[in-house]
C-alpha cells in the first residue's frame, strides 16, 4: 500500500461548474477525513466517515458540497455550481481507527475556480 | 474560538541555529497531539503523537515535547531541507467524533 491516494491532483474549472474528487484511503483504515485547506491556513474539517457511514459535516459544508463513500472504501467529494470561493486545496486523510491513532494525509486535489 | 494556537506564524533560522516552535491548546479530554510537516502544494506529513503530559518524541533533529496546556517542537541545528510549514492538531472528543483539529502552521526557513 503507497498511502492514500487523490485525484486528481489539480483541477481548473469555470464558476457555476460541477466537480468531484475522489480518494483511496490507507486499505485497512476505517476511518475518512475531508479537509479544506487555504493559503497560510490549517486544514479546516468538512466531514468524516466511519466506514461507509457519514458521521459528522462541518458547518463549512454547505448544501453545494455532498460526500459519499460507498462500501467503506474509496470516497468522493462533490461541489456542485462552484464558486470562486471553493477554491482551495481539498486533503483527504485516513485513519486505522477512532481516537488516539494518527490521520496520514494524501497530497491533496488544488481546485481553482475561473 | 480557537483550540489550536501555533507561534511564531513564521520563523527565521540560520543553518544550524536551534529553536522551538509552540502549540497551545484550550481543551479538554485530550486524546491525542499531533505534529505534522507540510511541503509547499502537498498534503502534510505525520511526524509524532504525543498523548500524555511529560511525554517525549525524536526524530532526526525533531523533537516533540507535551505539557497539560502547549506542546513544543524542538529542532536542533536545522538544515535547509527542515524548511516546512509544521501543523499542530489536537484530538477531543466533543461528542465522541475524535476529529483532529489544526492550528494555522509555522512556517520555518532555514538559510543556508
Known amino acids: 500500500d503507497t498511502g492514500v491516494s487523490q485525484n486528481p491532483r489539480h483541477k481548473i474549472t469555470k464558476r457555476g461548474q460541477n466537480v468531484t474528487f475522489r480518494c483511496d484511503p490507507i486499505s485497512e483504515h476505517n476511518r475518512l477525513y475531508w479537509y479544506r485547506q487555504t493559503l497560510g491556513q490549517g486544514p479546516e474539517f468538512l466531514t468524516y466517515?466511519?466506514?461507509?457511514?457519514?458521521?459528522?459535516k462541518s458547518r463549512l459544508l454547505s448544501d453545494r458540497f455532498s460526500a459519499e463513500r460507498p462500501k467503506g472504501s474509496f470516497s468522493t467529494l462533490e461541489i456542485q455550481r462552484t464558486e470562486q470561493g471553493d477554491s482551495a486545496m481539498y486533503l483527504c486523510?485516513?485513519?486505522?481507527?477512532?481516537?488516539?491513532?494518527?490521520?496520514?494525509f494524501g497530497q491533496g486535489t488544488r481546485l481553482t475556480v475561473v | 474560538e480557537d483550540q489550536v494556537t501555533q507561534s511564531p506564524e513564521a520563523l527565521r533560522l540560520q543553518e544550524g541555529e536551534s529553536s522551538s516552535l509552540n502549540c497551545s491548546y484550550t481543551?479538554?479530554?485530550?486524546?491525542?497531539l499531533f505534529w505534522y510537516r507540510q511541503d509547499p502544494g502537498k498534503g502534510p506529513e505525520f511526524l509524532f503523537t504525543l498523548y500524555s503530559a511529560g511525554e517525549e518524541k525524536e526524530k532526526e533533529r525533531l523533537k516533540a515535547t507535551l505539557t497539560k496546556k502547549e506542546s513544543f517542537l524542538h529542532i536542533t541545528a536545522p538544515k535547509p531541507e527542515d524548511s516546512a510549514t509544521y501543523l499542530c492538531a489536537v484530538q477531543v472528543r466533543p461528542g465522541g467524533s475524535y476529529i483532529p483539529t489544526f492550528g494555522r502552521g509555522t512556517s520555518l526557513i532555514v538559510h543556508p
Open positions: 486523510a485516513s485513519s486505522l481507527q477512532e481516537g488516539g491513532t494518527e490521520a496520514f
Open positions: 466517515f466511519q466506514n461507509e457511514a457519514q458521521l459528522e
Open positions: 481543551v479538554s479530554g485530550l486524546r491525542g
